[in-house]
């Protein structure tokens, strides 16, 4: 008796769960099925959790004031640009927009800054084709990636650029100026608005398809280019509508050809470089807004969108056009995907002419 009674581990009922177990294995990993099921209905809480603040913040925004920052000085064409969308923004946003004027190295010092600032929405740049395709390509050591350090928000405009020189000068278009600065070798200097600006770069573009031999001068700006071209320092600018298209209409300086592939509304007398044989030499610039890197998908969105109506009203687009630039808005996927094809072009002809900065 004493016996039986040690072998109580042995009792019916325990026979009988073994024998479950043994019939049912998977039941005795149902608790880590439950633990499982647990973290994963906690994860998708917390992704829901987050999608819903995301969602409620961008319907929030802004609670304050938005700073945009432009890389030039006053009264130039990228501050044109910005001060032509900031108030349709502002009523589309019901928020206030600050321009923040960081002029220097090309735009670069702007778009660095950008870099350096939280995605929140609250730091945007107007960006455009210097500091976002050519100046870091001209850095050994480039300060940041203009493809993979950036939120694309929407494209603003693409404009041509508008070869110009003198009114007294012999040439009546590109292809007579290129015939002429042939004979001569050694004497043509192409004016532009600093190092590393798309001004430069298509002065150099232009070296490379006509075989010319142009020496860069370099201004701070294109105002003093424009003036020292007038005054016979220089003998040709590759620049903006929204610069030269006043001087031009005005008759201080005479277009000898548009760089697009359709001639500008402005200028409807004057060829496109391609009319001219020198399709090698068509480029166009852009602008648009920007935002550091990681903002959220919504809020980028709602930007989009409120940039592409207010470029939809007709006075906006009447305000680009007597600029010498076309409302071409782009979302965020197409605006980032024009960019990076620029930054391909450019950053090409920049290894094939050895040009360096430092």
């Given at each position: 008796m004493s016996h039986a009674s040690g072998s109580s581990n042995c009792t019916p009922t325990t026979i009988r769960v073994a024998e479950a177990q043994a019939l049912h294995p998977t039941n005795q990993f149902q608790p880590q099925k439950e633990r499982h099921t647990m973290r994963l209905t906690k994860t998708l809480t917390t992704l829901a959790l987050a999608a819903a603040a995301s969602v409620s913040f961008a319907q929030s925004y802004p609670s304050k004031p938005i700073r945009m920052i432009v890389g030039y000085p006053p009264g130039g064409g990228i501050d044109f640009a910005a001060r032509t969308v900031q108030l349709p923004l502002q009523e589309a946003l019901k928020g206030t927009i600050v321009i923040d004027y960081k002029p220097g190295a090309s735009g670069m010092i702007a778009a660095t800054e950008l870099t350096r600032q939280a995605p929140d929405g609250y730091t945007l740049l107007l960006a455009n084709t210097?500091?976002?395709?050519?100046?870091?390509?001209?850095?050994?050591?480039?300060?940041?990636?203009?493809?993979?350090?950036?939120?694309?928000?929407?494209?603003?405009?693409?404009?041509?650029?508008?070869?110009?020189?003198?009114?007294?000068?012999?040439?009546?278009?590109?292809?007579?100026?290129?015939?002429?600065?042939?004979?001569?070798?050694?004497?043509?200097?192409?004016?532009?608005?600093?190092?590393?600006?798309?001004?430069?770069?298509?002065?150099?573009?232009?070296?490379?398809?006509?075989?010319?031999?142009?020496?860069?001068?370099?201004?701070?700006?294109?105002?003093?280019?424009?003036?020292?071209?007038?005054?016979?320092?220089?003998?040709?600018?590759?620049?903006?509508?929204?610069?030269?298209?006043?001087?031009?209409?005005?008759?201080?300086?005479?277009?000898?050809?548009?760089?697009?592939?359709?001639?500008?509304?402005?200028?409807?007398?004057?060829?496109?470089?391609?009319?001219?044989?020198?399709?090698?030499?068509?480029?166009?610039?852009?602008?648009?807004?920007?935002?550091?890197?990681?903002?959220?998908?919504?809020?980028?969105?709602?930007?989009?969108?409120?940039?592409?109506?207010?470029?939809?009203?007709?006075?906006?687009?009447?305000?680009?056009?007597?600029?010498?630039?076309?409302?071409?808005p782009l979302g965020p996927a197409e605006f980032a995907a024009f960019v990076k094809a620029d930054n391909e072009k450019w950053s090409k002809l920049i290894r094939e002419r050895k040009l360096q900065l430092d």
């Open positions: 210097g500091p976002f395709a050519i100046a870091p390509y001209l850095q050994s050591k480039p300060p940041y990636d203009p493809v993979k350090q950036f939120t694309y928000i929407g494209q603003i405009s693409q404009g041509s650029y508008i070869a110009v020189t003198r009114p007294d000068h012999p040439a009546r278009n590109l292809k007579e100026f290129v015939a002429w600065a042939k004979g001569q070798p050694g004497k043509v200097n192409y004016a532009s608005g600093g190092n590393g600006t798309s001004t430069h770069l298509n002065g150099e573009l232009m070296n490379q398809v006509t075989g010319l031999d142009m020496t860069h001068v370099p201004y701070k700006g294109s105002a003093p280019a424009v003036q020292d071209l007038l005054g016979g320092q220089t003998q040709i600018l590759i620049d903006a509508g929204s610069v030269l298209l006043p001087q031009v209409k005005g008759g201080k300086l005479k277009a000898l050809a548009v760089t697009g592939p359709k001639r500008d509304p402005q200028l409807p007398d004057v060829p496109t470089v391609g009319e001219l044989g020198l399709g090698g030499m068509e480029a166009v610039g852009f602008q648009g807004l920007v935002g550091p890197l990681g903002m959220p998908r919504d809020l980028v969105d709602r930007l989009s969108t409120e940039l592409t109506k207010a470029l939809t009203q007709p006075d906006i687009k009447a305000k680009f056009a007597t600029a010498g630039a076309e409302v071409h």
